[in-house]
């Protein structure tokens, strides 16, 4: 599991922050699951894991000058199944 997310750069980069997991794809940043973020020192941790997520994020998309005003997002093939 790497220890930074380069944001849009491969489809292969996933994290696991408590109960949240963070894929990166090359077109999305795709997060989901549960985080509870509790006023502690571990809970301190996640919301920074979190925030440098999302500022690498941010970051990105501001570095795009091609960016466009929205994206459609395909769902998977359904193939026959072989067996």
């Not at 996933?14 to 795709?30: C, K, P």
């Not at 997060?31 to 006023?39: A, E």
């Amino acid at each position: 599991m790497p220890t930074a997310l380069m944001a849009y750069e491969n489809e292969t980069d996933s994290l696991t922050i408590g109960g949240i997991t963070v894929e990166n794809r090359l077109d999305r940043i795709s997060i989901y699951g549960s985080l509870d973020i509790t006023k502690d020192k571990e809970g301190l941790e996640y919301a920074l894991k979190l925030k440098r997520i999302i500022d690498a994020s941010v970051d990105a998309l501001k570095r795009d000058k091609s960016l466009p005003e929205h994206i459609e997002i395909l769902g998977p093939d359904t193939v026959e199944n072989p067996f």
